[in-house]
Nanobody, 124 residues
Framework: VQLQASGGGLVQAGGSLRLSCVASGRTFSWRAMGWFRQAPGGVREFVASISWNADSTYYRDSVKGRFTISRDNGKRMVYLQMTSLKLDDTAVYFC??????????????????WGQGTQVTVSS
């Protein structure tokens, strides 16, 4: 499986963006998916994750109520809708595929395939 993230860009604080991640391969539908981000000079941090059938989601506290993760297994896509963006949301965003049997999880060690990242820059 390979992952390709897109949809990043420059947006003003308070604005919105939708990130997309397309997966190749046959195992996408049966795996949890996650979004992580890494700010300049920072560590990679968990943003959101979703179970394989989308019945369970999990968010970091700072994005709850602003970000929504979703997926379309038929299209092998996972999305991150971001609203009310803040300066602190500026980072490279990565999508990731969970290991077999894993559910939504904030631990990056649970994910075994990572996309290349898409830059999100929030300006004042």
């Amino acid at each position: 499986v390979q992952l390709q993230a897109s949809g990043g860009g420059l947006v003003q604080a308070g604005g919105s963006l939708r990130l997309s991640c397309v997966a190749s391969g046959r195992t996408f539908s049966w795996r949890a998916m996650g979004w992580f981000r890494q700010a300049p000079g920072g560590v990679r941090e968990f943003v959101a994750s979703i179970s394989w059938n989308a019945d369970s989601t999990y968010y970091r506290d700072s994005v709850k109520g602003r970000f929504t993760i979703s997926r379309d297994n038929g299209k092998r896509m996972v999305y991150l809708q971001m609203t009310s963006l803040k300066l602190d949301d500026t980072a490279v965003y990565f999508c990731a595929k969970g290991k077999y049997g894993s559910g939504p999880n904030k631990d990056p060690a649970v994910y075994d395939v990572w996309g290349q990242g898409t830059q999100v820059t929030v300006s004042s």
